[in-house]
Nanobody, 122 residues
Framework: QVQIVESGGGLVQPGGSLRLSCAAS????????MGWYRQAPGKQRELVAT???????NYADSVRGRFTISRDNDKNTVYLQMNSLKREDTDVYYC????????????????WGQGTQVTVSS
């Protein structure tokens, strides 16, 4: 009953910018936090940035100062503005909605999107 859809990935040159978007939809009452994670083949998924419904954000050291996360609570949407991209930012980026309360489920769950590829290459 909850869908997570990411968009905005693609190919960009080193030093360029991309903006990722993630929209959560369904029978949602509230979402505690939304965030972005990334994963390379054969590696563990790692945190990129998260933001709570109150606007508190957290960043991985590797992206702090280059990436900015923002959120529209009314639209259940989170954005990731990625600037000064580096080749090592190449990964599949996943959106996560944490602590989702819905009208149809008494339990609180986390939900993941299907991922969007970001490739930084010249």
């Amino acid at each position: 009953q909850v869908q997570i859809v990411e968009s905005g990935g693609g190919l960009v040159q080193p030093g360029g910018s991309l903006r990722l978007s993630c929209a959560a939809s369904g029978t949602i009452i509230s979402i505690y936090a939304m965030g972005w994670y990334r994963q390379a083949p054969g590696k563990q998924r790692e945190l990129v940035a998260t933001i709570t419904s109150e606007g508190y954000s957290n960043y991985a050291d590797s992206v702090r100062g280059r990436f900015t996360i923002s959120r529209d609570n009314d639209k259940n949407t989170v954005y990731l503005q990625m600037n000064s991209l580096k080749r090592e930012d190449t990964d599949v980026y996943y959106c996560k909605a944490e602590g989702v309360v819905t009208t149809t489920n008494a339990m609180i769950y986390d939900y993941w999107g299907q991922g969007t590829q970001v490739t930084v290459s010249s």
